[in-house]
């Protein structure tokens, strides 16, 4: 449930390498070759993106992590309210156990072996809960991502976006090739612009 910032960008390098294979050729007419050794060589335009970077700068990816990041201590808080609350009535007993009869004994040792069980049944709510919302974000982020990237290679005629950082398989790339802060800007100018029309539309009476 910790490093939520890191389970996010592992969840958008997996979601962006090799995000989407345009079409290789519009629909232009070709005269056929006289032989195969003749065609001419098909060229691909191709780019790439610092996932790291995009992650940093990327102004959704940003507030995401801080509200997953504050759910979790959200939810943390509850399950040690809970958690503290289970250890007294247990230390009570304790204290008071030699006080009361077999059976009286025995009805708080069931229960709160019960409320233990619960408190455990909870645990493993919460961090199912927070999964889902981890899981939430990252289709969103991926969404936001692959739909921009897919009018933006349209626009510009890219054939492959890839991903590029330590670990990702590119062992070089010529910076020409990089376009990480034309989608970062472009990106965060839609995401400003998505916020203005909520801001917008949650005035209206």
Known sequence: MKNLSLILNIVLLAAVVALYILHFTSGK??????SETNAAPFAVNI???NSDTLL???EFSKVAADELENKQVELQAEYEN??????TEIQNFQRNAQNMTMAQARAIEEDLTKKQQNLLR????LTQTLMQEEAKVSNELYDKVADYLRDYGLTNNYQLVLTYQKGSGVLYANDSLNITTQVVDGLNQAYQQEAKSAD??????
Do not use: H, M, N
């Open 56 to 58: 940093q700068k990327y």
């Open 122 to 125: 909870y645990q493993e709510s």
């Open 47 to 49: 780019a790439y993106i």
């Open 82 to 87: 809970r958690a503290r609350g289970l250890q």
């Open 200 to 205: 917008t539309t949650a005035v209206k009476p």
């Open 29 to 34: 007419d070709q005269t056929p070759e006289t």
